[in-house]
């Protein structure tokens, strides 16, 4: 039997082929609550002005219109490179960690603004370097904190009502920000020496941060990226009770390593990706040759892993040596067959976990790939009916943070 699939992109655009025999593998190569901090961003921005127009040569005879002009245009320039390369890299992660980027967007907003004041003291050369860095980290806050407040929006738009939350949330971050502005008008006339200038600084991003760490803590969110994935999913499997958007909001970190499986909020102890090309998967089966790029598949793994998820919308393989998990996606899979991917892996992972095994061959591999599904399949309905009680989205794919690609079986009987 001669297996073809096909790997495309999200767009639909073909970037792989692979052919499996039944004697061998060959593959292709491929190349809103946060809104509360702002009366303190507008006293500190009020600082940071003050600071950088001496930075910039405010107050100095000696500087040129010329070299501010030159200075003025690098900034822009940075930061609208640093825009373009940070949305192409991060793009996709953006929605489904929302809550981790909005506070992100705040710290590298602070961190610039820690920067502008610190202009002053350096020499023109590290000034221009210490300025341009600073527009770089304005520019990921724009990014970030736009793309997240569009996401949180979206969540607090129970009704559909969007466009009068965001008309409703302009408003009122006018109002916020005019009266920070006054406030930071008096406490700027009372900031004359560098000492009680970095005081009031450090003291008001600390509320800054502070306030957005706790708004964000605060948001609810009812669809499940691979952080609420985890910490939902090892606790029905484990304790059969499923937790609800409220309790997964109290458990879950801000920040998170980027694919880390934990079992029911324990430490890491495995990593998982979903949405790759079928490559990394095909590399985990058996390794490929150095030139050509194809893999001698003697023991037919590839069609029997096919075999094995027939059913399913996915293709699951976990490397226990490297305690990586790979999850290719077939054409169409639909939101809750990624959930059943990446709980199906979470399962087989923490069953390795629990018995200490590194690895016993590609059969009892695969002895334990289908057990775990079949286990996995018998309650899965159950699963679902119960989350969606407890109030969880489960029509949103919220677990893929980098492009993905998808796969097309086509099995044909050699004659």
Known sequence: ????????????????????????????????????????????????TLTKSTGVGVGDASASPTNALLLSILQESTGRIATILFADRLGTALEPECKM????????NDAAMVLDCLSPALPRGPRV???????????????AAGSSKASLSAHFANWGNLGELNAKDSSQETVISLLGMLAGSVVVSYVSSPSATWSCLILLLSIHLAMNRA???????????????????????????????????????????????????????????????????????????????????????VMRLVSLYRDEEFLVWYNAPQRLGHITLKVGAGAKSQLKAWTLLLWIAHRHRTANATSAGFEPE??????????????????????????????????????????????????
């Not at 499940?224 to 606790?235: D, E, K, Y």
């Not at 499997?237 to 079992?263: A, C, H, M, Y």
């Open 366 to 415: 695969l002895d334990l790939h289908r057990t775990a599904l079949e286990e996995l399949t018998s309650r899965w309905l159950e699963c679902l009916d119960r989350m969606e009680t407890a109030g969880w989205d489960l029509g949103t794919a919220s677990l893929e943070t980098t492009p993905g690609s998808r796969v097309c079986l086509q099995a044909e009987a050699d004659g």
């Open 215 to 301: 708004a964000v803590r605060a948001v609810r969110m009812r669809s499940l990226n691979r952080q609420r994935a985890n910490l939902v999913f090892s606790n029905f499997l484990d304790q059969n009770k499923v937790l609800t958007p409220k309790e997964v909001s109290l458990q879950e970190r801000i920040f998170e390593r980027d694919g880390v499986l934990r079992w029911r909020g324990s430490g890491a102890f495995a990593a998982a990706k979903i949405g790759l090309p079928l490559w990394h998967l095909l590399a985990s089966l058996a390794p490929a040759h150095e030139m050509t790029g194809s893999i001698r598949d003697r023991e037919a793994k």
């Open 1 to 48: 039997m001669t297996l073809h699939i096909e790997e495309r992109d999200e767009a639909g655009t073909l970037k792989a082929i692979y052919v499996a025999s039944s004697t061998s593998t060959t593959s292709s190569s491929t190349s809103s609550p946060l809104n509360k901090s702002e009366n303190e961003g507008s006293r500190i921005d009020v600082i940071r």
């Open 101 to 108: 980027y909005r506070l992100a967007a705040d710290v590298f």
């Open 129 to 143: 370097l210490l300025l341009s860095s600073s527009s770089v980290l304005r520019a990921l806050c724009g990014v």
